[in-house]
């Protein structure tokens, strides 16, 4: 995603302190060991978004950057490992990853699966040192984080997934524990960081989160759609015919564009039309639609 | 390990706590979802040693078991999820396990893969919801543990382990990551719970873990050798020729022995001979001796 002028925060300097703090985070380690694996999934090209949903939360607190660089890292290491694992023979099978060779590929799959261990115990220690912020306020991003990765959130997502069940009901929980957990985790410990949160607020954070999550999810299996793999840089196709596409829940690419927008456009409201996350919100409206276009 | 009389804690009626709030910890889930897996490895018969030693170190440190017993079953949790792990195909590819089959032998390798996902989460997610203990010293168990676990703990000795380097150094650094980190983690945060230990109390605490997860480690490589896949309920022989077995730096039985209860000295010498934990040594050694006489 380039900048966007419009928008009151700067996205690509946002991306770009996330990538260098991300580098700081793992240590280079051997070669061919489950460090550089990790280095070689979390450094490749990606959006951030999450990481960015959790910094332009803070600033739309009223916080500063810098004070939720390390929780928008952490969260950017959760969702990376989450797609470490998800890559694997024994789950989806993919080969490619943002352009790259899937962890798996280009390590062996028992690095790999180290590497992703590594990388969800390393978010963890990064929010458990992270000077900027007091005990208590780490301990609550914790539980936030701890609760869209485990029974009920990506680990609950990706088994229904794997179960492949076909009802809307189904997709809409997949959705949730998947992309949604995460992105409302991303959003509400953003605003935690930012400073104090009424329990209003964190509501809609997490409303804001949902709402950006499901629209993200449906723009991409809509690209899954159209695009080739190498405008997409992953295994492509994929997801055709899966319960996890929100085309098969709606038929058609155009009325998965419209759940999209309308995704987006609650999400404009739950933040309010002057926040840096509406902004957000419509910074990602304008990018896929340029992107589905071209 | 049955209750030793001689010993100040009744080792039997620490392991019944620690099971019954193990078996709370995680939610029942789908019959064949990573819940369900994740139960069937944590809840299977276990010596629930660290987390034993994780409640001793907290009775030492003059606390009440009962403050310590979610950071004890998270740690245990965190060894149950390295156990999945190491008995996937791509690893040790292990058939048994406590005298069940493995995780990924009774729920496929995908769900075990996501129930040790779970498990690790869910560990850090009870110390984060930990009531006994104060944020301040939540944080630094955190910190302690995803240490244990990270890229110089479990995931390193593994990741040593897998490339199996056979010189004496590599041995140490595998037996250090592998079981070393977490039994030295498990000792100093079960003094942080017991109460402020000072750091030399912190030091000997962690001398005495990495002393007595060496000579488990070695006794545990001399069973190996010596018993058959139906007394150890896991299977056996694997670890012959491996650089991490003790045995192969040691090249005999007997010194193997020697080379463990030199350990447990230094564990009990680290604790106090009066100490609990060193009670708790000194249990380990007879219930060793016994069973490799039998």
Known sequence: MATDSSTSVDLESLRELINVRLAQLVPEGHPRGPAAA???SLLAPGKRLRAVITLVAARAQGGR??????????????????????DLPAMDDAD????????????????????????????YEVIAKSKALDAER???????????????????????????????????????GKTGALFIAAAECGGLCGGACTDEERRSLRAYGRSLGFAYQAFDDVLDQVACEQTAGKTTGRDEGKATAVLSASASLASAKTLANRQLDNA???????SPLAKLAEFIRTYFAQTIAA
Chains 1, 2 share one sequence.
């Not at 950057?65 to 998800?86: G, N, P, Q, R, Y």
């Not at 062996?108 to 978010?123: C, F, M, S, T, Y």
């Not at 229904?160 to 949730?176: P, R, T, V, Y």
């Open 65 to 86: 950057i810098e004070d939720a660089l390390d929780t928008a890292c952490a969260i950017e290491m959760i969702h990376t490992s989450s797609l470490v694992f998800d």
């Open 268 to 274: 404009v409201a739950a933040a309010g039309e002057h």
């Open 96 to 123: 490619l990853r943002r352009g790259e060779p899937t962890t798996h590929k280009a390590f062996g799959e028992d690095i790999a699966i180290l590497a992703g261990i590594g990388l969800i115990n390393g978010a």
């Open 138 to 176: 780490r301990m609550e991003i914790m539980r936030l984080v701890t609760r869209a990765v485990g029974w009920q959130g990506l680990v609950h997502g990706q088994a229904l997934d794997l179960a492949s069940s076909n009802d809307d009901d189904a997709i809409d929980a997949i959705h949730e």
């Open 38 to 40: 990790a280095r070689h």
